[in-house]
């Protein structure tokens, strides 16, 4: 193996043909595709009955859009400068894929959350989407220019410092680095005002409560002595409701098979406690903005008694946004590309995380990754920031994407090319900018097409 030494070489070198000023452009070409087009691409492999819902979502903000547009800000960063080092990617390192999550040992991490469109690229991929994410947000927050460009330089120099702390750390401390709720107080103790110290402690404790007990709260009703999932079509939609009494019963008869090949997955513990459930109601649920049209169920089950339910959620995996533009993924199963991903990435995991490939009743095969439902997930939210705010949330954010990249990329190397002055900070700034104007006049694109009839958007 090349030594440390020759490694940093190696990053410094990369400068020749990848200057780190030269991350600043952002250029499309005449013939770039038209935004529409692509995610009309995306929906023709969706549920049909939800792709209006889609575009309705997508169509409330730039924001919104950006969090359903990675397919689209793929190709335009397969045009961007590279330095020649790939890692692991997120694949959508938005900044709404931040968020608090738990760790099997029960305490309260800050990682990264979605891996749908996880893949092996070049890392600058991730770092761009992450302040284009940065500075669309502060704008719809009215922040003025010099804020913005304050709250991205500061999310990018959070990523290279983080990066360059790795570099001189053992691999096995870089695999142990995690960010508890310990370190977020001390954080907010040191950064934050006493209103955003407040806020920090309240989304901590609301992370602690969400869970499969309070989903159970929230999502069912008892019928019959038993419980059962709730309808509120067509955001939450149960199978006798959503189906006639056969289709019903066979689509259940699909899932239950899903979840017992899905088990196989799993580690020989996991695989115990799981069998220590029974599955009680399922149901089709929708999430997110990007994903609204995917096949996406929701399973309650029961453990010693009533009291004791675990809600999964099963969610159909297609090809990464990335793959055209980094290569295919190493694994023909698309649920295992998102679950290994996600394993290499995530300092903590869901126990309960692992995937399976299931044919439909239309006899299609799809693949799916299955993790719990709630797991003391907490989002925190953006539109409520003020610039500190937004800033201090930025550098969290850029010192966790750099962990994740180290885990998997060369980070000697990634470190020695960014180097320790702010010239690729800046240079990411200037990008950001560029391409949160480019987002607009996508989303725009996406309005007109709504108005013109072209596409049929449905408001919530």
């Known amino acids: 193996m090349p030594s440390p030494e020759e490694r940093a070489r190696l990053g410094k070198a990369a400068r020749a043909h990848a200057p780190r000023s030269a991350h600043a452009e952002f250029a499309p070409p005449r013939n770039r595709t038209d935004p529409v087009d692509t995610v009309e691409r995306q929906s023709a492999t969706r549920l049909p009955e939800l792709v209006p819902l889609r575009y309705g979502r997508m169509l409330e903000s730039p924001f919104r859009f950006y969090r359903g547009a990675a397919a689209i800000m793929a190709e335009d960063l397969s045009r961007t400068p590279v330095s020649g080092f790939r890692t692991q990617l997120c694949g959508d390192a938005h900044l709404m894929n931040f968020r608090l999550l738990a760790s099997a040992e029960r ?8 891996f749908d469109e996880t893949l ?3 890392w600058e991929w991730d770092v761009k989407r992450l302040a284009a994410s940065m500075v669309i947000a502060a704008r719809e927050n009215g922040f003025d220019d010099a804020e913005r460009r304050t709250i991205v330089r500061a999310t990018v120099r959070s990523y290279r410092e983080q990066m360059w702390r790795f570099a001189g750390m053992r691999d096995l401390d870089v695999w142990y680095a995690r960010a508890d709720a310990d370190m977020l107080k001390e954080l907010a103790g040191g950064r934050l005002r006493a209103r955003g110290r407040r ?9 602690r409560g969400r869970d499969s007990l309070q989903a159970a709260r929230k999502l069912t009703e008892v019928v019959g002595g038993r419980p059962r999932i709730i309808s509120d079509p067509p955001m939450l939609s149960r ?11 066979q689509v259940e008869e699909l899932l239950r098979g899903l979840l ?12 115990h406690l799981l069998e220590q459930f029974g599955v009680v109601d399922m149901a089709r649920k929708v999430v997110g903005v990007g994903s609204v049209g995917t096949r996406c169920w929701v399973v309650l089950l029961l453990g010693r008694d009533s009291g004791d339910p675990l ?14 533009y980094a290569g295919a993924s190493r694994y023909g199963i698309q649920g295992k590309r998102v679950v290994a991903g996600q394993r290499l990435m995530q300092s903590a995991g869901d126990i309960f995380l692992g995937w399976e490939r299931a044919q439909g009743m239309d006899g299609v095969q799809r693949d799916f990754y299955v993790r719990q439902l709630r797991d003391w997930k907490g989002v925190i939210d953006p539109s409520q920031m003020v610039p500190l705010g937004l ?13 994740a990249h180290a885990r998997s ?25 560029a391409y949160a104007d480019q987002n607009e006049r996508d989303h725009a694109a996406l309005a007109k097409a709504a108005s013109s009839g072209r596409v049929k958007a449905t408001r919530e």
């Open 107 to 114: 305490n309260l991490l800050f990682d990264l959350n979605d």
């Open 120 to 122: 092996p690229g070049p």
């Open 199 to 207: 806020k920090l402690s309240a989304q901590l404790a609301k992370a």
């Open 239 to 249: 199978l006798d409701d959503l189906l006639p009494g056969a289709e019903s019963v």
């Open 260 to 271: 017992t090949g899905y088990q196989r997955s799993l580690e020989p513990d996991r695989q």
């Open 311 to 324: 809600f999964l959620q099963a969610k159909e995996a297609s090809e990464s946004v990335l793959a055209p």
């Open 391 to 403: 800033r201090v949330f930025g550098e969290l954010c850029g010192a966790t994407l750099a962990r």
């Open 409 to 433: 990329g060369d980070r000697i190397a990634i470190s020695a090319y960014l180097g320790r002055g702010d010239v690729f900070d800046r240079a990411i700034s200037t990008f950001a900018e």
